[in-house]
């Protein structure tokens, strides 16, 4: 199957990240936001990335500008019709993207693709609220989208060898490194990164170091580019808590379960980066 067109629904980072490695790539690509100033903002998102591009010299503005032309943003869900292939980037609940998927299902082509990007929900379940569970996929980029070289082709027993051998040139074509795992949660990256993050926090209510000593211990001691703390708010600490909740909810081991300083984060809406306050403050 020959992928022109790529539709992106969500409006967060990840979503705006996906449309310009898409681009970027020659796609041409629509991007679907609920609202229009959300949807505005993400195209503005990718024209602030593609200045930094220009500024540190790895594209030219006519190449910047080439991108950004492949790129439309729409609030109409119904615009996503003439789309190859859609990977969906929305709130990580199973519920909002099982009624998404089932109504992306009856907008599409019948030999369009639908790529969740879920970091550990059961892609299976997705798909089974479509037409055609064949032609549904896991493409799980990381954030941002736009550096990180990995994506994790998910295939669940319900897609076709065509699904995944198309979903996994779409990610070569962007110019990833591409694993295909099998469906389940966690896949490879998160169900070792979890634990790891999940004991940092524990490790920090034992009074064993302060949040600082703790992430300059992880960076010099183990050459990360990023200690923990400095990760869960950049990953979002309501994300970070979803995916250990379905971990645990998968494996029942205790390293999955939830620190509860982690919770408590969440209900206050301490939630990181992108709430100015996590673990660290951003204000």
Same mark, same amino acid.
């Given at each position: 199957?020959?992928?022109?067109?790529?539709?992106?629904?969500?409006?967060?980072?990840?979503?705006?990240?996906?449309?310009?490695?898409?681009?970027?790539?020659?796609?041409?690509?629509?991007?679907?936001?609920?609202?229009?100033?959300?949807?505005?903002?993400?195209?503005?998102?990718?024209?602030?990335?593609?200045?930094?591009?220009?500024?540190?010299?790895?594209?030219?503005?006519?190449?910047?500008?080439?991108?950004?032309?492949?790129?439309?943003?729409?609030?109409?869900?119904?615009?996503?019709?003439?789309?190859?292939? $859609?990977?969906?980037?929305?709130?990580?609940?199973? #519920?909002?993207?099982?009624?998404?998927?089932?109504?992306?299902?009856? !907008?599409?082509?019948?030999?369009?693709? $639908?790529?969740?990007?879920?970091?550990?929900?059961?892609?299976?379940? !997705?798909?089974?609220?479509?037409?055609?569970?064949?032609?549904?996929?896991? %493409?799980? *980029?990381?954030?941002?989208?736009?550096?990180?070289?990995?994506?994790?082709?998910?295939?669940? !027993?319900?897609?076709? &060898?065509? #699904? %995944?051998?198309?979903?996994?040139?779409? =990610?070569?074509?962007?110019?990833?490194?591409?694993?295909?795992?099998?469906?389940?949660?966690?896949?490879?990256?998160? =169900?070792?990164?979890?634990?790891?993050?999940?004991?940092? %926090?524990?490790?920090?209510?034992?009074?064993?170091?302060?949040?600082?000593?703790? &992430? %300059? /211990?992880?960076?010099?001691?183990?050459?990360?580019?990023?200690?923990?703390?400095?990760?869960?708010?950049?990953?979002?600490?309501?994300?970070?808590?979803?995916?250990?909740?379905? $971990?645990?909810?998968? *494996?029942?081991?205790?390293?999955? =379960?939830? /620190?509860?300083?982690?919770?408590?984060?969440?209900?206050?809406?301490?939630?990181?980066?992108?709430?100015?306050?996590?673990?660290?403050?951003?204000?």
């Amino acid at each position: 199957m020959e992928i022109r067109h790529i539709g992106v629904l969500g409006s967060g980072i990840m979503g705006s990240g996906i449309a310009e490695c898409a681009a970027e790539a020659g796609f041409e690509v629509t991007l679907r936001s609920r609202k229009q100033d959300t949807a505005d903002q993400m195209r503005h998102n990718v024209e602030k990335s593609l200045l930094r591009k220009i500024e540190r010299g790895k594209i030219s503005q006519e190449e910047a500008k080439e991108i950004l032309s492949k790129i439309r943003v729409t609030t109409n869900i119904e615009a996503l019709a003439p789309c190859d292939l $859609l990977i969906e980037s929305v709130v990580e609940d199973l #519920t909002i993207k099982k009624h998404l998927f089932a109504e992306l299902s009856l !907008i599409v082509e019948e030999t369009a693709i $639908l790529a969740t990007n879920t970091s550990t929900l059961a892609v299976v379940e !997705i798909a089974a609220a479509t037409k055609h569970p064949e032609r549904v996929c896991g %493409i799980h *980029f990381f954030n941002p989208a736009t550096l990180m070289k990995l994506v994790e082709i998910v295939k669940p !027993i319900t897609a076709s &060898d065509e #699904t %995944i051998e198309a979903a996994q040139a779409f =990610a070569r074509a962007c110019k990833k490194d591409v694993v295909t795992v099998k469906d389940q949660a966690g896949f490879i990256v998160n =169900a070792l990164l979890f634990p790891y993050l999940n004991n940092a %926090i524990k490790l920090y209510e034992s009074a064993m170091a302060t949040m600082e000593e703790i &992430d %300059i /211990s992880m960076r010099g001691g183990c050459g990360f580019p990023m200690g923990p703390f400095a990760l869960l708010d950049l990953v979002g600490l309501d994300t970070s808590l979803a995916i250990l909740n379905a $971990l645990y909810e998968e *494996f029942k081991e205790p390293n999955y =379960a939830p /620190s509860p300083l982690l919770r408590r984060m969440v209900a206050a809406g301490y939630l990181g980066r992108k709430s100015k306050r996590g673990f660290f403050d951003y204000r």
